[in-house]
């Protein structure tokens, strides 16, 4: 339980920081002009989008990383 935990919880605070960034800089660079205060405005938009979206596809990630990652073994064999 603690090793889900230890990985669920930091890439679910990664994506409540970098969801809104990455967002932001996706809508800002697909218009024409990026400069532009469409641009700017439509960039909110998409922060405020990655902000609702980063922190659940961090937690959906950080579960699959955790049932991924193998387990160290506690046995020790000789």
Known sequence: MTRLLLIVLPLTLIGLVAGPVIGM???E???AD??????KED???G???GLY???GVGLVLGVILALLIPK???E???
């Open 25 to 27: 800089l996706i809508v």
């Open 29 to 31: 660079y697909s218009h």
């Open 34 to 39: 990026p400069n532009s205060f469409g641009a």
């Open 43 to 45: 960039g909110f938009v």
């Open 47 to 49: 922060f405020l989008y």
């Open 53 to 55: 979206i980063g922190p």
């Open 72 to 74: 160290k073994s506690s």
């Open 76 to 78: 020790h064999t000789e």
